[in-house]
């Protein structure tokens, strides 16, 4: 079975272009997760969806971030404009209904802003 | 609120050593307990679970016992192996959130 899919693997970009990620949940699960992950503030949690509802979003850093689920089988994050300081790994999890705290992770997206 | 606390700093031990990471949390009502482990360029990927006190997870040789006397979930191998040099993270679900640690480096040397 597909895990969770997520693209690109890697960006390189420079700063105040627009980066858009790209997230494919697992079939039949309904939530999904944004994770950031950097050495000095580890992991966190910047939005989640339930049904495609954006329901906690209080992790999102500031306006320049937003994150859409259009349909239950793709979810993005935009960044506009990108600055230096959202060099990340950046993480796409999803669950389903019943067992809660067990997230499966995609591989992530490594942004790197110059 | 609930958090989780891993011990500071990485680990690097021995192949074939014993290893501990220590793991305290601070929760209320009866959370569930996890450790996630993530290997090299991948996402976490859960490794155990227990949902109440006195569980115990267990995965690979790993252990965790939930233990709500010293709100406590230390995660234990008994004889490491390369392979398993990756970040450990405790994790802890409670009010509809995961709330993770900063995670754990343990590095095994051959």
């Known amino acids: 079975d597909a895990g969770v899919i997520q693209s690109p693997r890697h960006e390189v970009t420079e700063m105040g272009q627009e980066v858009t990620l790209r997230c494919k949940p697992i079939?039949?699960?309904?939530?999904l997760f944004w994770y950031r992950q950097t050495m000095m503030r580890g992991l966190e949690l910047l939005i989640y969806?339930?049904?495609?509802?954006?329901?906690?979003d209080s992790g999102m850093p500031e306006d320049r971030f937003s994150a859409k689920m259009p349909n239950a089988s793709f979810s993005t994050l935009k960044i506009q404009p990108s600055e230096p300081r959202d060099s990340a790994v950046y993480f796409c999890?999803?669950?389903?209904?019943?067992?809660?705290?067990?997230?499966?992770f995609g591989e992530g997206s490594r942004l790197t802003v110059l | 609120g609930n958090s989780v606390t891993q011990m500071e700093g990485p680990v690097t031990l021995s192949e074939e050593a014993f290893l501990t990471i220590n793991c305290t949390y601070t929760?209320?009502?009866?959370?569930?307990l996890f450790w996630y482990v993530q290997y090299p360029g991948e996402g976490l990927q859960l490794l155990l679970k227990a949902t109440k006190a006195d569980d115990k997870g267990s995965n690979k040789g790993f252990e965790a016992t939930y233990r709500k006397e010293t709100t406590s979930f230390h995660l234990e191998k008994g004889s490491v192996q390369v392979s398993d040099s990756a970040v450990y993270f405790c994790a802890l679900y409670g009010n509809n959130r995961l709330a993770f640690g900063k995670g754990n480096q343990v590095v095994v040397i051959p």
């Open positions: 079939s039949g699960h309904d939530y």
């Open positions: 969806f339930n049904n495609n509802v954006p329901i906690d």
């Open positions: 999890a999803s669950r389903g209904g019943t067992r809660p705290g067990e997230l499966f």
């Open positions: 929760a209320t009502g009866y959370p569930s």
